[in-house]
C-alpha cells in the first residue's frame, strides 16, 4: 500500500484546532490501519493561535510530523504548494484543518487514488450551499458558471477543498501561480489540459457544525483578475 502524505493549512485557525486535526486524523489512519499517514501542517503566518503551545500539541500527533511556518500571509495556494514541495509520498491529500468534508468522503478519495487515478477532486452537495451566506452563496454559483463557460470544464466545482493526487498530479499543482483561492481552479484547468491526465471527481458531504466564513468583496475582485489569468494558460 502507498504511503499517504495529508496537508492541512492554517491562518489564524482557533485556539482549539489541534483538537479538530487530532480527532479526523486518528479517525482516518484507523480506516487504514496498515499504511503509513504522514502529517503536514502549514502555517500561513498566522497572527495568533499558532504559538509554541500550539505547535508542541502538534508535535505530540506524530513524531514524524511536519510543520511549515513563515512569518508573512501568503494566501491558501501558496501555503499548499510550500507544503507539498516537501512532501516524499508517492500520494497526496490536502483538506482544510478543521475536515469540512465528511470522513467518508476522504476513504473514498483514498480508493481512487489506489486504483491509479491520478487526480481526485471531491465537489460540494446540496447540504454545503444551504449553509452558505447569500453572498457566498451567490459567488460558488457564478464560479461554477465561470468554470462551465469560460473554461469548459466538466467538473465545475473546482473549490471543494478536498483533492488528492499521485506524483503525475503533484508535478501539475506545483506549476501553479496563484496565491489565493482560485489555485484549486487553476490546478484542475491545468490538468484538464492534458490528454495523459486522469481525474475522478465524487460528490462530498460537509460535516455538520461547519459554518463557512464570509469572503471579503475586495478578495472577489482579486480572484476575478485570477480567474481572467487561468483563461490564458495554454498546454
Known sequence: MKNIDLVLPCYNPPEDFVGLVDLYFRNIKAFFPHRQLNLYIVNDGSTHNFTSLQINQLRSLQKTIQ????PENRGKGYALRKAVAETNSPLVIYTDYDFPICIESMIKLIEELDKDTDIVMVSRNQDYYRVLP??????????????????RLEYSDTQGGLKGFNLKGKEIFMSTTINQFLF?????????LRKDVSIVNIKGKIREGIKPNRIPFRVIIKELINFYRITKIKV
Do not use: C, G, H, P
Open 67 to 70: 510543520i511549515i511556518s513563515y
Open 134 to 151: 447569500i453572498t457566498r452563496k451567490f459567488y460558488s454559483l457564478m464560479s461554477k458558471q465561470l468554470n462551465r463557460i469560460f473554461l
Open 184 to 192: 484549486d481552479t487553476e490546478f484542475v484547468y491545468r490538468a484538464s
